[in-house]
């Protein structure tokens, strides 16, 4: 006699195909246990109409848990649990004691509990989300990454997917940054001044790691992405944030004995302000005269679809002081978490070190694939792609932001794909952010940019990479609304 055929049901929910769905049902059913060796399972046909999906999808899934061992077919009988099939394993749980440990005494060093950013997890589920950071699926090319990565699993790249690389990157992967990324930013390296990395923020990580002590002092603009705050924090150096102003970070006021200096010149994080090339010059300067070193965070350059990007502050340098930070994750998509540290030979191998002792390197296959769709070019097609769709909304924002009164507080001179806002002076826009969820409006604080305790609370970031362009204008009609309210 078959399993039940009121046994199997498909999931709403289940982001894979048909037939992986049908094979995911039946092997959880087996690793549970509610399948035991031997029983029979429906015929293909009788499941296929109990689940309403063409028959051939059934028995191609049959057929490939036959081909795992989970299920046996024998002969005109039909298809059975495999005698052979994995066993869940028998795993009584301990009785729950009470703890006697302290950890508040334990814990001996605390990384919770800063102010880094958030959002509801089901924000997509949101009728206006002006995030910052999360990618709009209509715009990314899945097709071709698809067909990428999955010829990053063929036989031919069997090493690089594979393989430990230990402390080394994928060849393929470094080379193109080499020859292809870093010349358009005005930079050139050779392989060993080149360093994966598992995003910007992974990078940013590293570096500090590697630069700074108790005894140094690192300099950063304020506001800036809150993470790199916690980063500094948990490093335990002298940390000395600069108040930013319309041209990005002052040069002359960076105080003495800094040690390392942290900026985005090309989009200051969060205002997006660009910073000119007299003051990347002055930088530069005041740099040499600290002999301090600058780490650039040069994300979001590629999104410079108002004008052309200015060059990086590492092409302007000619005393190996200016380590590079880029990443795929933005102009990609935020789950990649791939990105790049460029720098001298010394740095370099340090931070390789490091990265060897904590996760060795980022999967191969990531690398890989992301090594073909950088080399056909899918990625400049992407590049262009996305370009045009911000290009618009952006438009779109700026004429229901006029429309509406509402205040600019920063706008890139390039690009991007954000908006700085400043709100009435009494308004602290983390309950104005409360009062929209309830419009189904997201939008994000600005207090989290903002180092001190006296730190101002009416300004806030609208980003609009992840709303559609028909329910901008609504949108931001809404945030008027409850702002004047």
């Not at 930079?187 to 700074?212: E, H, P, S």
């Not at 006029?402 to 920063?410: C, F, M, P, T």
């Amino acid at each position: 006699m078959a399993l039940p055929i009121e046994t199997f049901f498909l999931s709403a929910n289940h982001q894979g195909t048909l037939q992986s769905q049908v094979q995911q049902m039946i092997a959880h059913g087996i690793l549970s246990g509610r399948f035991g060796c031997g029983e029979k399972l429906p015929s293909t046909r009788k499941l296929a109409t109990h689940l309403g999906i063409s028959r051939i999808t059934v028995t191609l899934a049959y057929t490939e848990l036959v081909a795992s061992d989970y299920l046996t077919a024998r002969g005109r009988s039909g298809y059975y649990v495999s005698d052979n099939a994995p066993v869940p394993p028998v795993y009584q749980p301990q009785p729950q004691g009470s703890e006697s440990v302290d950890w508040g005494r334990a814990i001996g060093q605390r990384f919770s509990g800063g102010q880094t950013l958030s959002k509801p997890k089901n924000w997509a589920q949101f009728r206006y989300p002006f995030i910052y950071g999360q990618t709009d699926p209509q715009l990314f090319d899945h097709a071709n990454w698809r067909q990428c990565a999955l010829q990053a699993l063929g036989q031919r790249d069997f090493s690089a997917l594979t393989e430990d690389y230990f402390d080394r990157d994928d060849p393929q992967l470094i080379e193109f940054i080499q020859r292809n990324s870093l010349p358009r930013r005005g930079i050139a390296a050779n392989a060993n001044q080149i360093l994966i990395t598992m995003g910007a923020q992974n990078a940013l990580w590293l570096t500090a790691q590697v630069l700074l002590t108790q005894r140094r002092t690192a300099a950063f603009e304020d506001p800036c992405y809150p993470a790199l705050r916690e980063i500094l924090t948990q490093s335990r150096c002298h940390m000395a944030p600069v108040r930013v102003d319309h041209k990005g970070l002052p040069p002359d006021a960076i105080p003495p004995q800094t040690d390392a200096i942290f900026t985005t010149p090309s989009h200051q994080c969060p205002t997006t302000t660009t910073m000119p090339m007299q003051r990347r010059q002055a930088l530069l300067d005041r740099a040499r005269d600290l002999d301090a070193l600058i780490i650039e965070d040069d994300y979001e350059f590629e999104m410079s679809f108002l004008a052309p990007p200015s060059p990086a502050l590492k092409s302007m340098d000619a005393d190996g002081r200016v380590i590079y930070v880029g990443s795929f994750s933005k102009s990609l998509f935020p789950g990649l978490r791939l990105g790049f540290l460029v720098g001298s030979e010394p740095f370099i191998r340090e931070a390789r070190a490091l990265r060897a002792s904590v996760l060795r390197h980022p999967p191969g296959h990531i690398q890989r694939t992301a090594a073909y769709f950088l080399s056909m070019g899918h990625y400049d097609a992407q590049i262009r792609r996305m370009g045009a769709a911000l290009h618009a909304r952006r438009l779109a924002m700026q004429a229901a932001i006029d429309a509406h009164g509402l205040e600019v507080a920063g706008v890139g001179g390039f690009g991007g794909s954000s908006f700085w806002m400043r709100a009435p002076v009494h308004t602290d826009t983390r309950q104005l952010a409360t009062r929209l969820q309830e419009d189904s409006v997201l939008i994000e604080p600005g207090h989290a940019f903002f180092s001190g305790a006296d730190t101002p609370r009416n300004f806030y970031r609208l980003g609009y990479s992840s709303i559609p362009p028909a329910r901008i204008t609504e949108g931001i009609a809404r945030i008027a609304n409850v702002v004047a309210a």
